[in-house]
């Protein structure tokens, strides 16, 4: 994988429409959620709101998955994404894992031989050679801000 190339183009079509405001893209790291996670708890405690994030690496060291099991994220296999937003009310996160892992699977279908489909809870699958493989998974963490905001 030309990871230069991808990044550039991922840059390129970030700029001409509506990504978030701010884009990380790194070829390795430990994990991009616990990556997320510092940047949104050092606007916590700057008492800031946190902007838009998207954090994209190519490789995870230290991917995990539910339940705090392990993800294999080996560099050149896949892309590893976590994407950071501000809510202001955390009730409406109950249903995020089912409509992100919908979208996903909307989005990827039409680049896949066949098409993906969702294995609840957060498991993004494809019929191959008469079976199932699991092509990714959702994952979706909350950092409860006291007070008026929350993440």
């Not at 008492?47 to 560099?75: M, N």
């Not at 098409?115 to 494809?126: F, G, S």
Request: hydrophobic share 35%.
């Amino acid at each position: 994988m030309d990871y230069d190339h991808y990044a550039r183009e991922l840059l390129r079509r970030h700029r001409e429409g509506g990504g978030p405001e701010n884009v990380v893209i790194l070829s390795d790291v430990e994990s991009t959620n616990a990556l997320a996670r510092a940047i949104a708890t050092e606007y916590q405690d700057q008492d800031e709101r946190v902007h838009p994030l998207l954090v994209l690496a190519f490789g995870q060291r230290g991917g995990r998955g539910r339940q705090g099991r392990s993800w294999s994220s080996p560099a050149g296999k896949g892309a590893y994404v976590t994407r950071l937003i501000e809510a202001d009310d955390p009730a409406l996160l109950q249903t995020l894992p089912l409509l992100v892992g919908v979208g996903l699977c909307r989005a990827l279908s039409p680049h896949l031989p066949t098409p993906c489909r969702l294995k609840w809870p957060n498991d993004l699958m494809v019929e191959v050679g008469g079976g199932r493989k699991k092509i990714g998974g959702v994952l979706i963490e909350g950092l409860v801000r006291p007070g008026e905001r929350n993440l």
